[in-house]
């Protein structure tokens, strides 16, 4: 139970280090784009939210690799 509290030597689980750098990322490639619709209408041939959503799971995956040091 004690997952959910910070450690007194200030150490961060590899987890949230991997959500900061997916974060980082995503923010910077634009993997995941906020596009507001205008009337109502979605842009054709855009990425559904299931590609996105896989998208995105597998550049955590990736990027808790690389914190933990292991091959990707």
């Known amino acids: ?3 959910g509290l910070p450690s ?5 689980r590899n987890e949230d280090i991997a959500l900061d750098l997916l974060k980082f990322v995503a923010a910077s490639t634009g993997i995941v784009r ?3 619709p205008s009337t ?3 842009p054709a041939g855009g990425p ?3 590609d ?4 995105l799971l597998e ?3 990736r990027c808790l690799c690389v ?3 292991r091959p990707a």
């Open 1 to 3: 139970m004690d997952q």
């Open 8 to 12: 007194g030597n200030g150490a961060r």
């Open 34 to 36: 906020g596009s507001a």
């Open 40 to 42: 109502g209408f979605a």
């Open 48 to 50: 559904k939210p299931e």
């Open 52 to 55: 996105q959503v896989t998208q």
């Open 59 to 61: 550049l955590y995956a």
């Open 67 to 69: 914190v933990e040091g």
